[in-house]
């Protein structure tokens, strides 16, 4: 990878010998057959100190990962698309508080579940209407339809709204059935990982005037040289795409979910995910990350937002400084909730002492549903991204081992 600049690890601050047992402990996993292959990268200052492709791309077959392989990040494409939405903050094209009914008419009668059944139910009108910033916080009371935790997320299901996995229907489209769905709470009054971002997507082409491929692909991608990220795979870069892999916890059983051969990226594909649509590479992954790291702008010298927005961004945002742990709503999400807050598309780490994982208080991150996170920790100036293709993302304890592992090899 030309773009990679590398570094003596024991110069960047490990120890060498207990940086090689991270990708050594992870090896096992594929050995058992838990998964295919799987890609790290540590860096701290920018810089790499270690670059691991191990296994293949494929359970059977496929190619030995390597720099090109292709993972579908799923909701590591929420950071991405909060970083447009913050673009057009800076331009004052939106604002933080604006009601989404500026942009979003239909979602002006929404209502909230009050008590019932998804056959039969009562709703109230909310006590507010969602913001951008309930949006880029879930706070706006919507919800994935995979939570099985309440009667408004198997709403969802009866409706077809499946997040990213919605198939049949543009972004416009899904809005207008989330509008016509009951919120789980009023806006602003309890955290919910759900379809947001998506929503925020939609919002970033009404705001620009462009689909959100071509925006991101203008504004992010192209700046930042993240060539190998995108909603749709081109034909020729097809053979680079891993299998992606869905674990069944009753059944114990891991079967093919999708491959290359009968991908559903392929293009022409309706649905632009700003809340988990994207493919990515290890290297262009970096790339953004490490933006974040730099307070906005890449190291190439290419300026995505202001330092300020990226320290908003990297503040918690849910009210009165609380953690996920006093406001969050339903369970499932991509990072553990004590000592966690949530920022503007981004969980923030509020106190490291009692966060499930080795880190430090400030740092910020997300994960996808097939088992890769990334993360940035300003105290020690680092970066780190995992990626396989294994769903869902808690099939394994892959998130705190890696940190335990990377934090333990620092010296």
Request: some cysteine; proline content about 5%.
């Amino acid at each position: 990878m030309t773009d990679y600049i590398f570094e003596d690890c024991e110069k960047l601050g490990f120890d060498r010998a207990r940086l090689d047992a991270v990708p050594a402990f992870f090896k096992s996993y594929i050995e058992r057959g838990k998964f295919a292959g799987m890609s790290i990268s540590v860096a701290r200052e920018g810089k790499i100190a270690m670059l691991s492709h191990q296994g293949r791309s494929a359970l059977e077959g496929g190619f030995e990962l390597d720099d090109s392989a292709i993972f579908r990040i799923y909701s590591m494409t929420k950071p991405i698309t909060s970083v447009a939405i913050m673009q057009l903050y800076e331009k004052s094209l939106i604002k933080l508080t604006d009601p989404i009914t500026k942009f979003i008419p239909a979602f002006k009668d929404v209502k909230v579940f009050e008590s019932g059944t998804a056959k039969s139910y009562t709703t109230r009108a909310p006590e507010r209407m969602i913001t951008i910033h309930d949006l880029l916080t879930h706070q706006a009371g919507l919800t994935y339809d995979f939570m099985f935790e309440n009667p408004v997320d198997a709403l969802y299901r009866n409706h077809k709204i499946n997040g990213a996995r919605s198939e049949k229907m543009t972004a416009a489209e899904m809005c207008q059935s989330l509008a016509e769905m009951p919120l789980l709470f009023s806006p602003g009054t309890a955290w919910n990982y759900s379809v947001a971002t998506d929503v925020l997507g939609h919002i970033v082409e009404l705001a620009s005037g462009k689909t959100l491929d071509v925006y991101f692909k203008e504004h992010i991608l192209d700046p930042l040289g993240m060539v190998d990220s995108f909603f749709h795979i081109p034909d020729d870069k097809r053979n680079r795409l891993m299998h992606n892999y869905s674990f069944d916890p009753i059944k114990r059983e891991t079967t093919l979910a999708d491959s290359p051969e009968r991908t559903i990226y392929r293009p022409g594909r309706k649905f632009l995910s700003g809340g988990g649509g994207l493919l990515s590479t290890m290297e262009d992954y970096f790339k953004f990350a490490d933006m974040i790291r730099r307070k906005g702008t890449g190291a190439n010298g290419a300026y995505i937002l202001n330092r300020k927005t990226i320290e908003k961004m990297s503040s918690n945002q849910l009210p009165h400084c609380r953690t996920l742990e006093e406001h969050g709503h339903g369970q499932f999400t991509e990072v553990a909730y004590p000592g966690t807050g949530f920022g503007l598309g981004l969980s923030v780490v509020m106190d490291s002492g009692v966060t499930v994982s080795t880190s430090s208080t400030g740092s910020t991150s997300w994960g996808g549903l097939a088992s890769t996170i990334f993360w940035n920790d300003p105290v020690e100036d680092m970066t780190v991204i995992m990626m396989t293709q294994l769903m869902p993302a808690a099939t394994y304890p892959l998130r705190p081992q890696l940190s335990q592992l990377v934090y333990a090899a620092l010296k």
